[in-house]
């Protein structure tokens, strides 16, 4: 089966630097992808890591290494609404076209 | 901006009524998917659609059906309502060779009752 491994809650201040980690176990993986949810809203779509390495945008940035089945996300100069759930999501052909998310991480962030 | 467009932000049933959850989306994408979202679990993904008439089951299919006539309507039937299906119920759609982005609709939380 497949399954992917985030932690619930992460809290940091204002400014601040955190990073979100995801670990995952599936066959015929293609690529791992990041959803931010604000309460009450959809999830949209931040990044893709296919490769191996860092993909940057902006104050955000995505990491994957795909030997140890790990990636990360990173949100630098955090601000107040930063404050929601991110998931990642992996790609494979265990499920064909579709994602499998993992259970999410809240990010609170205060002043 | 591509739109996926769901018929009911909210819904309350009757348990063992049939229910059906809407989605259409505006910017021609093969996929489409149904996932519905409880605290703690996460998506967890329902069925999904890559072309018209074709449906694919997904990690909890059961006590759950789709239809999908038309490239840009993914239909949700709940065959008989039950009340562990009181979920959030989250659709959407993305290109054929974009499978990692998608682009979700706001949601429709069903209460059975």
């Known amino acids: 089966g497949q399954s992917l491994e985030q932690p619930s809650e992460v809290t940091a201040v204002e400014g601040a630097i955190v990073q979100i980690n995801c670990t995952y176990q599936?066959?015929?993986?293609?690529?791992l992808s990041w959803y931010q949810q604000h309460d009450g809203g959809a999830p949209t779509f931040l990044s893709y890591?296919?490769?191996?390495g860092l993909e940057e945008t902006g104050r955000f940035s995505s990491f994957l290494s795909r030997s140890d089945s790990y990636g990360y996300l990173l949100l630098q100069e955090l601000q107040m609404k930063d404050s929601a759930s991110y998931f990642c999501?992996?790609?494979?052909?265990?499920?064909?076209?579709?994602?499998?998310f993992g259970k999410g991480t809240t990010l609170s962030v205060s002043s | 901006d591509v739109k996926v467009t769901q018929s009911s932000r909210y819904l309350v049933k009757r348990t063992g009524e049939k229910v059906f959850l809407e989605c259409v989306q505006d910017?021609?994408?093969?996929?489409m998917f149904w996932y519905r979202q409880d605290p703690g679990l996460g998506l967890r993904l329902i069925y999904f659609?890559?072309?018209?008439?074709?449906?694919e089951k997904g990690d909890i299919p059961e006590g759950y059906s789709v239809s999908r006539e038309k490239k840009e309507r993914f239909s949700l039937i709940l065959e008989s309502a039950s009340t562990n299906q009181t979920s959030m119920y989250l659709c959407?759609?993305?290109?054929?060779?974009?499978?990692?982005?998608?682009?979700f609709g706001s949601g429709t939380r069903l209460t059975v009752v």
């Open positions: 659609s890559y072309d018209v008439k074709m449906k």
């Open positions: 959407a759609s993305s290109l054929r060779d974009r499978t990692y982005g998608y682009t």
């Open positions: 910017m021609d994408h093969e996929n």
């Open positions: 599936t066959s015929g993986f293609y690529g």
């Open positions: 890591n296919a490769l191996d």
């Open positions: 999501a992996v790609r494979s052909n265990q499920a064909g076209t579709a994602l499998i």
